[in-house]
């Protein structure tokens, strides 16, 4: 037996017909399409401060305290034609070089010793709690009191700058190497600087 809905005589049944609807999804204007791009607005926020450094430097009118934006970028421009920036780059990238060499060495030294002796690891675990908080910046004056003016003063506070961050990663990462590895390598005889270079180093990376 079908059973059929009960339909009561108040309710009046009608079928409505099909509504219009309009685009469900509407494009957006190409403002806000560029807009919603980050590099789109950081380039617009560059193009601000840009405007407002030229119309502050122009009203200004003290080239030597604060020059404008189209003369600073004509000074740069004139600067790296005539081969005084690419020069002075240069130095700079020598002493960059050379600092971080040299504390990269000292960190491998370190680190070296903290592996493979107790005394090494009590070292630099003291040393680094000397001077890893201490910023570089605060070496300087000393700095230029040891060494003076010059290369040796900048080298000196780039070394302290890699030379404990180095060491302490190195050395977390040597620490984190499986007793597996370290047994096999110390079972072919491996010790100080080989068991490093053949074991830990090669361990230690990703």
């Known amino acids: 037996m079908k059973l059929e809905p009960v339909i009561r005589p108040e309710y009046v049944r009608t079928t409505l017909p099909p509504v219009k609807t309009g685009a469900v999804e509407a494009p957006l204007p190409l403002f806000q399409r560029l807009f919603a791009h980050a590099i789109v607005r950081r380039a617009l926020v560059l193009v601000a ?13 003290n080239p030597l305290i604060f020059p404008s934006f189209t003369e600073t970028l004509q000074a740069l421009w004139d600067n790296v034609i005539n081969g005084r920036i690419p020069d002075r780059l240069m130095v700079s990238m020598r002493i960059l070089v050379m600092g971080y060499a040299l504390g990269i ?56 700058s890699v030379l404990w961050a180095v060491a302490l990663n190195a050395h977390a990462g040597f620490l984190a190497v499986s007793e ?20 830990l180093i090669p361990a230690a990376f990703p």
């Open 49 to 61: 401060l840009a405007i407002v450094w030229e119309i502050y430097g122009r009203w200004l009118d």
């Open 105 to 160: 060495a000292l960190a491998a030294i370190f680190t070296t010793l903290a592996v493979s002796t107790r005394i090494g690891t009590d070292l630099l675990s003291t040393l680094t709690a000397m001077f890893n908080p201490m910023p570089a910046i605060a070496l300087l004056p000393l700095a230029l009191l040891w060494f003076g003016l010059g290369v040796p003063s900048l080298i000196f506070v780039i070394v302290h």
């Open 180 to 199: 597996t590895q370290r047994m096999a390598g110390q079972t072919f005889g491996l010790r100080g600087l080989r068991f490093v270079v053949q074991i």
